[in-house]
């Protein structure tokens, strides 16, 4: 059975499963609907996510280039995976550095849009329509349904469940995200003053250039 989607919409599994044999029920929905509806918040989920993928590239580098050009010991990476190992390995790092009270609220910030990138990853979405305020109009939301076990890297359990936000929200939450990605060139920054100077690697043609000349 062929059905028609509004481009880039994400599908329910419900939905879809229904669409192929609706003997499958599995309780009241209008997948195609929620699917237009939801479409610009999904792709406002998806640009945060990007935006948190690029901070924690930023937070990766700046780790390897303190292990690698900081000449004192250092403590082990931290075991922990993904932006959230990341940042706590960063904070061990800046702690040996003792520049961590000096850049503990740029930490700070990058670890809230962390964790909220954590809740829309991980949160079972949900799209359907709420007022945002007692006088305000009916509006597409997503739920973020915390159902799944915890780990290192998602909410705990009752912390914020069955959490709504609309469109001018998630905007909110890029333009945070945004901020969080100049706090860690900032940090970059005041970490680079502190470290001895990046010796420059040979191009190979200028190396084997000096090779011939003897």
Not at 10 to 21: D, E, K, M, N, P
Not at 24 to 41: I, K, M, Q, S
Not at 60 to 79: C, F, M, N, V
Not at 118 to 131: A, K, P
């Amino acid at each position: 059975m062929r059905v028609n989607w509004p481009s880039l919409a994400v599908r329910t599994w419900q939905g879809a499963l229904y669409s192929r044999s609706q003997e499958y029920w599995v309780g009241e929905h209008d997948d195609a609907l929620e699917a237009a509806e939801g479409r610009p918040l999904h792709e406002l989920r998806g640009i945060i996510i990007g935006q948190a993928a690029e901070i924690e590239g930023l937070l990766l580098y700046i780790g390897s280039e303190i292990r690698a050009r900081h000449t004192e010991p250092l403590p082990k990476r931290h075991k922990r995976r993904g932006a959230g190992g990341a940042l706590q390995d960063l904070r061990m790092l800046l702690k040996v550095l003792q520049l961590d009270e000096q850049l503990s609220g740029k930490l700070d910030h990058i670890g809230r849009v962390i964790q909220r990138r954590n809740r829309l990853v991980h949160g079972r979405i949900h799209v359907g329509f709420s007022r945002l305020s007692e006088q305000a109009p009916l509006e597409p939301v997503i739920t973020l349904l915390f159902e799944n076990d915890p780990d290192d890297d998602q909410p705990q359990a009752g912390d914020d469940e069955d959490y709504e936000c609309g469109e001018a929200e998630l905007t909110r939450y890029l333009q945070e995200a945004h901020q969080a990605l100049e706090a860690g060139l900032d940090l970059w920054e005041s970490v680079e003053q502190v470290l001895p100077e990046k010796e420059l690697e040979e191009l190979p043609a200028e190396a084997a250039r000096r090779v011939a000349l003897g």
